[in-house]
């Protein structure tokens, strides 16, 4: 199976910064990728699907972008409820497979 | 707006069934996939598999001759089942739905916990 694996595990920044999270494949996943953000006790959401995407209703400070086995999810300016963990995952092999996830705390 | 509600034991002794349902609301049950994705604690997300409502599925091949899936279109219920069940199997389990067998998964419950211990 491909192994997602997700860097750094936990990003420390401050609202209104700049958050870069990366996702590689261990195989490529052409731009089957998908970011879903989860935050305790709440369902996972998804963000982003075909490595760039938005998902009804995300905002536009959340962009994705990559191919092949390099991804990444940019929030270009941290707003106080992104903070949460986030999780990518590659659709273009069976099964279907998810990263650690990186954690964005303040 | 989908939603989708888990429901089932939280505890489940070794070797015995786990057993699951997910009630769908505000969605067609017969336009969906409906899948199934669990957590360990203190691990990442795993892919258990999914169901059509034709009955169509597609299994974890990890967890393959262990795992049933079923719909139930009439209750607007799918659900889960995962035989001789170990430690390893104590996780937050989701339901979720997405609209072709992609898994892009749109649509997620918020989780239940089940604990296999004796």
């Known amino acids: 199976e491909i192994v997602m694996t997700q860097s750094p595990a936990t990003l420390s920044i401050s609202p209104g910064e700049r958050g870069t999270l990366s996702c590689r494949a261990s195989q490529g996943v052409s731009s089957n990728l998908a970011w879903y953000q989860h935050k305790p006790g709440q369902a996972p959401r998804l963000l982003i699907f075909?490595?760039?995407t938005r998902a009804t209703g995300i905002p536009a400070r959340f962009s994705g972008s990559g191919s092949g086995t390099e991804f990444t999810l940019t929030i270009s300016s941290l707003q106080s409820e992104d903070f949460a963990l986030y999780y990518c995952q590659q659709y273009n092999n069976w099964p279907r497979t998810f990263g650690g996830g990186t954690k964005v705390e303040i | 707006q989908v939603q989708l509600q888990e429901s089932g034991p939280g505890l489940v002794k070794p070797s015995e069934t786990l057993s699951l349902t997910c009630t769908v609301s505000g969605g067609s049950i017969t336009y969906y996939y409906w899948s199934w994705i669990r957590q360990p604690p203190g691990r990442g997300l795993e892919f258990v598999g999914y169901?059509?409502?034709?009955?169509?599925?597609n299994y974890n091949p990890s967890l393959k001759g262990r795992i049933t899936m079923s719909v139930d279109t009439s209750k607007k219920q799918f659900s889960l089942k995962l035989s001789s069940v170990t430690s390893a199997d104590t996780a937050v389990y989701y339901c979720?739905?997405?609209?072709?067998?992609?898994?892009?998964?749109?649509?997620w419950g918020q989780g239940t916990m089940v604990t296999v211990s004796s």
């Open positions: 075909d490595t760039s």
């Open positions: 979720a739905s997405a609209t072709d067998t992609n898994m892009i998964l749109a649509f």
């Open positions: 169901i059509f409502h034709t009955g169509s599925t």
